[in-house]
């Protein structure tokens, strides 16, 4: 699997980003480093098989889950959208697959990150928990924070895949992921906006004012990682 990576460096200089960007810059210092991870055209049937056998499945105010498997992985899919998988041969089941996989646009994050690359610990936020699959890249010292708005994904995440259960300091909040957020007082050095549901994009996730509230939260050498793909909307930049 690949996205797009889009890395923009910010300096004082306007001209090397957006006129939007420009205005959450830190004025206090000379330069600036900050990125903003677009995921894009990432295929959501890919590893989903219709003939898996089902495992657990309801429906609440927030859409339908099912937990599915076959003979190599197991699924959560949401209406008719695939929202994470995990094999389930042993040390394998630690890795992360489908679109959060080593090669995309997440796992280029983590892989670059200056306090990555320095061997430090990491903050992690994420808005929207799925299987947890981001939490297979935790590493010893890091704290991951997940923010999600549907008790069911929780049950389902905890129960039924063990991402979660490979990190040791790993919160998750239920509530909306926006209002959340806006309380929280901690930065992050990567935070992930991938609340997204079946066909349906939340868009007051993606107003200016949330958008500025991401970059509050963010550490001046943070990522910010936007998962985008849609059917039904091109939400990538230009």
Same mark, same amino acid.
């Given at each position: ?123 992690? #936020?994420? %808005?929207? @928990?799925?299987?947890? /699959? ?7 010292? =890091?704290? *991951?924070?997940? !923010? ?28 909306? #992921?926006? %209002?959340? @957020?806006?309380?929280? /007082? ?7 906006? =991938?609340? *997204?549901?079946? !066909? ?32 039904? @909307? ?5």
């Amino acid at each position: 699997l690949s996205a797009l990576l889009f890395i923009f460096i910010l300096y004082k200089k306007p001209e090397l980003m957006s006129s939007f960007l420009y205005k959450f810059k830190d004025k206090a210092t000379s330069f600036i480093l900050s990125v903003v991870i677009v995921l894009l055209d990432l295929p959501p049937f890919i590893f989903y098989r219709q003939g898996a056998k089902t495992l657990y499945t309801n429906r609440s105010f927030y859409g339908g889950l099912k937990v599915t498997e076959d003979k190599a992985l197991r699924y959560l899919v949401h209406g008719q959208i695939l929202h994470g998988a995990q094999t389930k041969e042993g040390e394998k089941q630690k890795l992360p697959i489908t679109y959060y996989g080593e090669s995309s646009g997440i796992g280029l994050a983590f892989k670059i990150h200056p306090k990555r690359v320095l061997g430090e610990s990491m903050s992690v #936020g994420d %808005l929207g @928990l799925g299987v947890g /699959t981001v939490a297979s890249f935790c590493k010893p010292g =890091d704290k *991951f924070v997940f !923010y999600e708005i549907n008790p069911d994904v929780i049950k389902v995440a905890n129960e039924y895949f063990s991402y979660l259960s490979g990190c040791n300091d790993t919160k998750v909040i239920l509530g909306d #992921g926006r %209002l959340s @957020l806006a309380k929280e /007082t901690e930065k992050f050095d990567i935070l992930i906006v =991938d609340a *997204f549901k079946d !066909y349906a994009i939340p868009i007051n996730l993606l107003t200016k004012a949330e958008f500025a509230i991401y970059f509050q939260r963010l550490f001046t050498s943070g990522f910010l990682a936007i998962h985008t793909s849609n059917r039904n @909307l091109d939400l990538a930049p230009p």
